[in-house]
């Protein structure tokens, strides 16, 4: 592990002043920095905190909005709530995997550009079906939409490589 992660990391332990108590919020902020929670260092937190590595891994997975795994640069959420689910969600689910090229089980694209996640509720049954693409709300989607969505965004990701 490169020095500057454990000088990052040691920077957030010190402003929470090494407190075992707050280590829900040690945990977001190496988040926030990295992206996820890389192994090596909740290793390192839980030694700084004196608490066992189950109890940071144990934390680290009991709240959804912690991750153990890198992300790509765009997160599109699919609904699979029930008002999602009735109106076919699991079809817009399907055809994201195959325009991403996501297969294996696998939920980031190799080139880091798109993670995919289903979630519980996205609280819009109103647009049912309904994806969520870098925080924007994208309702009544249909397979070619998403498809479509896609495109845009890869689009845009060029046209800003190229400026």
Same mark, same amino acid.
Request: contains cysteine; glycine residues 6%.
């Given at each position: 592990? %490169? +020095? ?6 040691? @920077? ?8 075992? +108590?707050?280590?829900?919020?040690? /945990? ?12 090596? /260092?909740?290793?390192? &937190?839980?030694t700084a905190l004196g608490v066992s590595p189950a109890s940071v891994y144990g934390v680290a997975t009991f709240f959804s909005h912690f991750t /153990? ?12 709530? =029930? #008002? ?5 969600? %699991? %079809?817009?689910?399907? #055809?994201?995997?195959?325009? /991403? ?13 798109? =993670?995919?996640? =289903? ?13 969520? #693409?870098?925080?924007? &709300?994208?309702?009544?989607? =249909?397979?070619? @939409?998403?498809? @479509? ?5 890869? +689009?845009?990701?060029? #046209? %800003?490589?190229?400026e």
């Open positions: 592990m %490169e +020095n500057s992660k454990f000088d990052a990391v040691c @920077a957030i332990l010190d402003a929470y002043r090494h407190d075992p +108590n707050k280590l829900i919020p040690i /945990l977001r902020e190496i988040q926030d920095q990295y992206g996820y929670l890389p192994e090596d /260092l909740m290793i390192f &937190v839980s /153990l795994e890198p992300k790509g640069r765009h997160i599109v959420k699919v609904c699979d709530g =029930t #008002a999602c689910h009735v109106r076919r969600s %699991e %079809e817009i689910a399907r #055809a994201l995997r195959q325009e /991403l090229g996501l297969q294996d089980g696998r939920d980031t694209t190799g080139d880091m550009m798109f =993670t995919l996640e =289903t979630v519980a509720c996205l609280g819009a049954c109103s647009l049912a079906p309904a994806v969520v #693409a870098d925080g924007v &709300v994208h309702g009544s989607m =249909t397979p070619s @939409a998403v498809r @479509a969505l896609i495109a845009d965004i890869r +689009n845009k990701e060029e #046209a %800003e490589s190229h």
